[in-house]
């Protein structure tokens, strides 16, 4: 009885699998992102600050008609010293975030979690500045019944850094993707996305400063 071989049931000769390879530093894990999901991510972003910039219009158009009414209730007052430090540090901290982006893109991971760390930091900065200008004001007998004008204050800066804790929430986690050396020049869908959002609340911040600084 004959045997039956490869060569004699006319099938394809058979192939060994591919194995993932490891110790590699993080190189094998870098992966491609996929073009859709890079697309859905950047248009879900966009749609959020379109979002939030209704939010923060319609407090600024309440604004502008309250203060617009003829009432003697509006008072100036002003603004913490220390509000001028924390958009140096907010502004620095969104130069440094863009620059890590940059140099992951050549493939400068070291150099990017370098850079990407340090702007964490100053994030996390500018939130305990916020805090500290907020016990200032408190200090000063300017709490957020005073008046309309302290009142919408702490309004659009509250709500701005809550805007900034989500933007850190979502910049932290690229951090300690970056540590793990899970990222690459494949694979930086996130890192863009957590940038622009976060260029996006440096300049919400500066309309907001000038807002208070030249008009209100």
């Not at 000769?13 to 697309?39: A, K």
């Not at 863009?192 to 976060?198: L, M």
Request: with cysteine; net charge positive.
């Amino acid at each position: 009885m004959a045997t039956l071989t490869q060569s004699n049931i006319g099938g394809p000769p058979p192939t060994t699998p591919d194995l993932p390879t490891g110790g590699g530093g993080g190189d094998d894990r870098d992966r491609p992102d996929r073009g859709g999901s890079r697309q859905a991510s950047i248009t879900g972003i966009v749609v959020l600050m379109c979002a939030s910039i209704m939010t923060f219009a319609s407090f600024v158009s309440a604004m502008v008609v309250r203060r617009g009414l003829n009432t003697m209730d509006w008072h100036h007052f002003q603004l913490p010293r220390i509000l001028w430090w924390n958009t140096g540090v907010l502004i620095v901290s969104s130069i440094l975030i863009d620059a890590a982006r940059r140099v992951l893109a050549h493939n400068r991971r070291k150099t990017f979690n370098w850079l990407w760390t340090a702007g964490c930091v100053l994030g996390i900065t500018f939130l305990v500045g916020q805090i500290i200008a907020w016990t200032q004001l408190e200090h000063r007998g300017l709490y957020i019944g005073k008046g309309p004008a302290t009142a919408f204050f702490y309004v659009l800066t509250w709500s701005h850094a809550a805007h900034v804790i989500g933007a850190l929430c979502a910049v932290l986690y690229v951090e300690y993707r970056a540590l793990r050396w899970e990222l690459g020049p494949g694979r930086r869908t996130m890192v863009v996305v957590s940038a622009i959002f976060w260029h996006f609340l440096d300049v919400l911040w500066l309309g907001i400063m000038g807002l208070f600084v030249f008009w209100a």
